[in-house]
């Protein structure tokens, strides 16, 4: 079986340039740009609707290009049919063959490509024990859970070594336990085999937990591209900062800049009529401003003061380990906190925020009201 330093099925990179796909008027991937190192695992991530399929389709070869061109290893293989490709694809709808066992479903790809017997029979076996099916061979799908039914779907893809795998939201039909379970198979499978790797889903956690890049992808374009840390704690704009757990997205007015390096405070914004530091990221057009927020960069502080939020607790869950808490402020926006006591409803609190965790983007996306609507999409 290919391992990581096995350079034989190992590509160089992909490179995917300007790669649009229209649906009548309807422009489904608008100029998406990217460059895949050998052996990457890139997530694309980004609401419903957004372009993820479409994106990974083109790759795919089941959809035509309308422009741009996709080369591998410097060879254009955007006019390939998907055989041609050779890519191993996983879908979210398991995909597998009804009438086949589950060793005839993952040598299938074998078959076609008709390894001999034995060979063949050696790798089904591997890939069965890879992923823990090896005492289910004999069984249909149908005698499988979900769970078990994606992962043959999944020793199906990667049987046959394939050049890049494509995965398309394979965890989505199954419930909350088994998708953590079978998102670590995937990191350790991905791990051993080394194999490049593009998935798409609309699950931040999962594309922070599996992915070596993220491409977040919003209204058919990309919107950054980044490590997942990258686009965790720098997020590009007000979309990404909603999407990647920011919680609050509250409207701003700017009250000074000062020119500054990207990680210390550089601005100064008055919201809910308090006086906050914040940090600016890229450039501040205007005097409107969208603030995001984390709920783990919110913290309580004893007493009112300048820079300080009042505000009056709202919810409080518990969530085994702490309690998820939501207040109003005094002006009425609304804030979200962790802490490890439980403040009973009604309680006030003073909230602080580190200005280097105060992140404040241009508004161009329109107000926060907008953007809290679109990420809510999902
Ligand atoms: P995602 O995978 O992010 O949910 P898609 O790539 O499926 O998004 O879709 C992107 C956009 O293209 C959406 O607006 C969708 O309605 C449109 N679209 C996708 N497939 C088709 C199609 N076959 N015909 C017309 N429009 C399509």
Redesign the pocket.
């Known amino acids: 079986m290919t391992t990581a330093d096995d350079a034989d099925t190992q590509i160089g990179h992909l490179e995917l340039e300007e790669v649009t796909r229209a649906?009548g008027d309807?422009v489904?991937l608008d100029r998406f740009s990217l460059q895949i190192q050998g052996g990457e695992f890139v997530a694309l991530l980004?609401p419903?609707?957004?372009?993820?399929?479409?994106a990974l389709n083109c790759l795919a070869g089941l959809l035509p290009l309308s422009h741009g061109r996709i080369m591998l290893d410097g060879q254009r293989i955007d006019g390939l049919a998907p055989e041609r490709r050779g890519f191993g694809m996983v879908f979210q709808n398991y995909a597998v063959f009804p009438h086949m066992t589950v060793a005839d479903n993952v040598g299938f790809g074998l078959t076609m490509r008709r390894m001999p017997k034995e060979q063949r029979q050696a790798r089904v076996d591997e890939c069965l024990a890879m992923v823990r099916l090896d005492p289910h061979a004999e069984k249909y799908p149908n005698q499988l859970s979900g769970g078990e039914r994606q992962r043959v779907a999944i020793a199906r893809a990667i049987a046959f070594q394939p050049p890049v795998v494509l995965m398309d939201e394979p965890l989505s039909n199954l419930d909350a336990k088994l998708r953590i379970e079978l998102r670590t198979e995937i990191r350790k499978l991905h791990q051993r085999l080394g194999l490049t790797t593009v998935y798409?889903t609309h699950d931040q956690s999962e594309a922070l937990s599996l992915a070596d890049r993220i491409v977040v992808?919003n209204h058919?374009r990309i919107e950054q591209i980044g490590t997942p840390n990258e686009v965790y704690a720098r997020p590009a704009n007000a979309f990404v900062a909603g999407f990647m757990g920011y919680r609050s997205l509250l409207d701003a007015e700017v009250l000074s800049t000062r020119d500054g390096d990207a990680d210390s405070a550089n601005v100064v914004v008055r919201m809910g009529g308090v006086e906050l530091s914040g940090t600016a990221i890229g450039r501040l057009s205007g005097s409107k401003a969208s603030v995001a927020l984390r709920p783990e960069d919110v913290t309580t502080v004893p007493d009112a003061g300048p820079g300080i939020i009042d505000a009056v607790v709202d919810v409080a869950e518990y969530t085994g380990r702490e309690y998820a808490l939501e207040a109003t402020s005094t002006a009425g926006l609304t804030l979200f906190f962790y802490s490890d006591t439980s403040h009973a409803p009604g309680h006030k609190v003073h909230l602080a925020v580190a200005p280097e965790r105060l992140l404040v983007f241009d508004a161009v996306h329109g107000d926060a009201a907008t953007v809290a609507a679109e990420v809510a999409r999902v």
């Open positions: 649906f309807t489904a980004g419903s609707g957004s372009g993820k399929s479409t798409v992808l058919s």
